[in-house]
Structure formats: C-alpha cells, structure tokens
C-alpha cells in the first residue's frame, strides 16, 4: 500500500469518526441552564469544545486504521469471507 492510499483511507477514517464523536459530551444553553443570544437556535450547543473533539477524533480514526491495515496485511477478512452470500448454482 504506498502513502497516498494510506493518507486517504485514513482521511476517510477520520472525517467518519468526526461524525460519531461531535454529539457526544454536547448539551444545549437550555441544559446548561446559560441564557440565549438573540437569535440563536434552540438547539445551539452551549459547551462545544473543538480541540476535544479533534482529540478524540484522531484517536478513534487511528485505531480504526490500525485495524484496517493489520486486517490488509495479515488477510484476516479478506472478499472469500463473503462467499456465503452469492447463492451458487443449484
């Protein structure tokens, strides 16, 4: 695998795990029991912490790389896994 295909797979790792790490931790003004700008949409994180997210989100789209690239070198899911699911000739 050379480095590009590393860096994007990995890119792509990174920007999925972006998407489960954003919602977790965030609570609203209301819940925070902090007053609203005017203006400002009801459900506005009021505690948004980006190098939080950032953080965890490296570590997170790192380990799922890891896995992904011992899975590609040592073969342990490989396209033969699926087999099962093409229904052969009967």
Known sequence: MNWFSIFAIYALFWVLSAFVILPIG??????????????????APGNFRPLRVIALTTLLSAALFGLFYANYTFGWVDRTSFDFLIKGPE
Do not use: F, I, N
């Open 26 to 43: 965030v609570r609203t003004h209301e819940e925070l029991g902090l007053e609203k700008t005017a203006g400002q949409a009801d459900s």
